[in-house]
């Protein structure tokens, strides 16, 4: 059995600094103490606050300047997507605005892969939705599906529609156990998909987007209702 690791202080100490922020304890654009008082008052060593601190600077919440301070920074109004995956975890309300850029995001995504598809992209879409069918449990399902959309995004030969699918996957994949309703039944699952990955390959732009629509729009009121 593999072992589990260990949580350390600063895993604790970047959990409570990054929920203090996301919170409003600490609001964008302020400055946070001096850190020897905010040492003392989580009750860490300066060593560990700085390690936590590092961490939260490259997470994008934090900016540190030399002589000046450390300051929250404004996320909501700087940050990028890859924040994404931080904030479903702190706060479900975010899936709901996750799933309505994936919406169209992926009905966009489907209508460019029909329009720009070649023979090999299609091997690849029938092959991965075969695995949807052929996967056994809700999160090998759901995770096969992810793939078919993966290769959706290539399809299109634009690499940002790649980024922009990698982006909402990783956002909410994390949190995937709680949004597995559409997933549980591989042959359910593998219907949905087919009429996507049928009207792309025969190089439908007006079906694919449709279908797509379809498609995302079910899973969504599956899941949310889940999570509801």
Same mark, same amino acid.
């Given at each position: 059995?593999? #072992?589990? /690791?260990?949580? #350390?202080?600063?895993?604790?100490? +970047? ?11 600490? /609001? ?6 001096? +850190? ?8 860490? #060593? ?9 961490? &939260? ?12 301070? #450390?300051? @929250? ?13 931080? &904030? @479903?975890? =702190? ?25 720009? =598809? ?15 069918? +052929? ?73 694919? =987007? ?19």
């Amino acid at each position: 059995m593999e #072992t589990l /690791p260990r949580e #350390t202080i600063v895993d604790v100490l +970047e959990n409570r600094l990054r929920e203090d922020i996301l919170t409003g304890r600490h /609001p964008a654009g302020s400055y946070l103490p001096p +850190e020897r008082s905010l040492a003392d008052g989580y009750g860490v #060593t300066r060593t560990t606050l700085k390690h936590a601190f590092g961490r &939260l600077v490259q997470a994008g919440l934090l900016e540190t300047r030399h002589g000046v301070g #450390t300051r @929250v920074r404004d996320y909501a109004r700087l940050g990028g997507a890859d924040l994404l995956p931080m &904030l @479903v975890r =702190h706060s479900p309300d975010w899936i709901a605005e996750i799933f309505e850029v994936r919406r169209g995001v992926g009905a966009l995504i489907a209508e460019r892969a029909a329009a720009r =598809h070649d023979s090999s992209a299609a091997a690849e879409l029938r092959r991965l939705l075969d695995a949807v069918r +052929e996967a056994e449990g809700g999160d090998a399902v759901q995770l096969a599906d992810a793939e078919v959309h993966r290769a959706l995004a290539r399809a299109t030969g634009n690499r940002v529609y790649v980024l922009l699918t990698n982006t909402l996957f990783n956002a909410y994949l994390p949190v995937r156990a709680a949004l597995a309703g559409p997933f549980t039944d591989p042959e359910a699952a593998y219907a949905r998909l087919a009429p996507v990955v049928a009207a792309v390959v025969a190089g439908d732009r007006t079906a694919a =987007h449709a279908a797509a629509d379809a498609y995302l729009t079910a899973t969504e009121r599956i899941m949310l209702e889940d999570l509801a």
